[in-house]
């Protein structure tokens, strides 16, 4: 069975919620979108309009770029192989980290970058040929890690994998103390736990804050089915901050990270545990945003540094 994405697996209640998890459709080739020239990119603190180039200098000082896609979004997808492409011409080292892969599927990567297996078994191997749509990981994903390798940069599977999530779900983050030394490497979880309005943000979409009307016995058991998948949540966002900060030290700057926005917008757990763990990097966090009509532009809390709007280019020829 193909792997899908993680949000959708252990969320499956939001499934038409979260930003992370639209519905599914057929792949469109990045080829056919020219993102370079015809989007409108904005800044998230003041909603001045921006350039491609601008843009990316912006970029070229990053220790850290988040790139926050809605998992459907073709348009979404082929910017963030542009901005790869643009800012790893430049760098020297740096690394693609992708939510979509998890820390076990490490030496595929490196099989598939030693020419060992093929672009499709890698594929099938992580069971991603579908990841987020039919064919998409061939048109979507693929290309993105093929830019990284041809520039010399590391590829990172930076997630934790889908059976410890779901056992912290049950369990909670104590029986991931419990695993030997080898397995307990493939996960983390937060020093300190997230809260704040990310945690808002999940706790509503959840139904985790009780509804009018309903018995005290039935807010309590919703709190607490709505709090064990945050502590799930927050396992995806500390794994793949600590890959970032691994990546970060192994291979220099920039480390750039393919993440849902749920993640990464609005200051989101991901991008509040690189904070934590690399309290003197520069992060920049990049919006890909499907409805720019939506977008409110605030100083001290945007959505990204960087609104990259979608809606504002075919993914057609």
Known sequence: MAKQPLNMIVLGLLVAALPAC???????KRSLVPVRSDLVILDGRTGDSLQWTTMIDRLGGADVVLLGE????????????AVVEDVLDSA??????LEMLERDEQPLIEDYRDGIIDAKTFAKLSGSTSWSGLGSWEVWYQPIIDAAIERNAAVIAANAPRRYVRVVRSDGWERIDALDASRRGLVDYPDTPLAGAYRDRFMDLMGGHGEDGADTEQNEASLAIAESYFLAQQVWDATMAASISTALERSGPPILLLVGRFHSDLDGGTSMQVKRLLPAARVVSISLEPNCDVVEFDAESPQADLIVCTDTVTSSP
């Open 22 to 28: 639209a519905p599914k459709q057929v792949p469109v």
């Open 92 to 97: 020297q080292g740096g690394a693609l980290a």
């Open 70 to 81: 809605q998992h459907n979004d073709a348009v979404g997808h082929a910017v963030q192989l």
